[in-house]
């Protein structure tokens, strides 16, 4: 079984009918057989996570963001949960996932903390609509910002 993660085969021109074809049918999530030479394989099309908001490493990150994936197909919202997209930093972060497109959008319930490092997590749960997993869980980090200053004190004192 071969598996085509989001590139098209070399073996069909670009733009031609017969690739517009195929990658139509891919991009549904489902399989084909094979293009390269006939020889009837199956050919299996995984999803993958081919963007993230906030970016792999990113810093001083609102603790208002929703943080969203954007997938290579469609995939089947049913199976894009808390459970199969998670930020959290030392347990879970409560709040509700949104699909729309081809991007999940997991906004939580109350503003992050400040200044905590997250892990976001899209677990081998998620699938396209042909029922085929991500090879893997994509796990991607962030920081959130500093919290605003706050006046404490003032000289000379503020008289009301």
């Known amino acids: 079984m071969k598996e085509l993660m989001g590139t098209a085969p070399p073996q069909l ?3 031609s009918y017969a690739q517009i074809q195929v990658w139509h049918h891919v991009l549904a999530g489902g399989s084909i057989g094979c293009v390269c030479c006939g020889c009837g394989e199956e050919t299996v099309v995984v999803p993958s996570v ?3 908001v906030p970016v792999n490493g990113a810093t001083n990150v609102s603790v208002n963001t ?3 994936a954007t997938f290579s197909m469609a995939m089947n919202p049913a199976t894009l949960t808390s459970a199969t997209l998670r930020g959290r930093p030392d ?3 409560a709040g509700a996932v949104a699909y729309s497109g081809d991007t999940a959008t997991f906004t939580p ?6 200044t905590t490092r997250y892990t976001a997590t899209i677990t081998t749960g998620a699938t396209n609509l042909g029922g085929t ?5 994509y796990v991607w980090t962030f920081t959130t910002i500093l919290p605003a200053p706050a006046v404490v004190s003032t000289i000379p004192r503020m008289v009301r």
């Open 66 to 68: 929703p943080i969203s």
């Open 91 to 93: 347990g879970a972060v």
């Open 133 to 137: 997993p991500i090879l893997a869980n």
């Open 13 to 15: 021109a670009r733009g």
């Open 109 to 114: 319930s109350a503003p992050l903390a400040y």
């Open 50 to 52: 081919v963007s993230t």
